[in-house]
């Protein structure tokens, strides 16, 4: 029983396509975060959300549209597709009243390859 | 801001050798560390954790004690195994809840 998944695990497509990735966590938590790993395995936090408000929106180009429906799920739109956007993409969840203490829990990652 | 610096590998070892990987730390106040570690295809799955000073986590004979002296959190395993191979990860949490990641460390152990 997945804690934390994340469809598709790997996606290849062209420059230019608009492409989603969901998230969807049974944990229980209420903060949802996604991760960028590029190919050197440097993890960099993109966007977090709590019950549904964004908390973090680091400097991501606005191509990237994170979406939280409800606080089980947190999607990520990618619009206009570039070579630098491949790259393995992570959610991540946790409970926001332990925020000092508490770890995050990722879903495998999800393998995005554009070309 | 809050920053988290580890040792570059690749790191690549003999079976039961030990295993020391540095982390060094730069924070406003005394955030919860943690080290997770990523095996090959996977995500990253929590190692151990410290949430104050002195305290020392310690999981699948790693351990780790979070020096507030030395701002260090370093990662240590008396006797690797071939199955430890893997990218270490030195973290601490942020001030939004986040986790600010070290560049991560690979580990290769060698039969």
């Known amino acids: 029983d997945t804690a934390v998944s994340q469809t598709p695990k790997y996606l290849v497509t062209q420059m230019g396509n608009d492409k989603s990735i969901k998230c969807e966590q049974n944990l229980g938590h209420d903060t949802m975060y996604w991760y960028k790993q590029d190919s050197k395995k440097f993890l960099k936090i993109m966007f977090s959300y709590n019950n549904k408000e964004l908390i973090i929106n680091e400097t991501v180009p606005n191509r990237f549209s994170p979406k939280s429906p409800d606080k089980a799920h947190l999607n990520l739109h990618i619009n206009s597709l570039e070579l630098g956007d491949s790259a393995v993409y992570f959610c991540?969840?946790?409970?926001?009243?332990?925020?000092?203490?508490?770890?995050?829990?990722f879903g495998e990652g999800s393998r995005l390859t554009v070309l | 801001g809050d920053s988290v610096t580890q040792m570059e590998g690749p790191v690549t070892l003999s079976e039961e050798a030990f295993l020391t990987i540095n982390c060094t730390y730069t924070?406003?106040?005394?955030?919860?560390l943690f080290w997770y570690v990523q095996y090959p295809g996977e995500g990253l799955q929590l190692l151990l954790k410290?949430?104050?000073?002195?305290d020392k986590g310690s999981n699948k004979g790693f351990e780790a004690t979070y020096r507030k002296e030395t701002t260090s959190f370093h990662l240590e395993k008396g006797s690797v195994q071939v199955s430890d191979s893997a990218v270490y990860f030195c973290a601490l949490r942020g001030s939004q809840g986040n986790l600010i990641f070290g560049k991560g460390t690979k580990l290769s152990v060698k039969p």
């Open positions: 924070a406003t106040g005394y955030p919860s």
């Open positions: 991540a969840s946790s409970l926001f009243r332990r925020a000092n203490t508490g770890e995050l829990f």
């Open positions: 410290a949430t104050k000073a002195d």
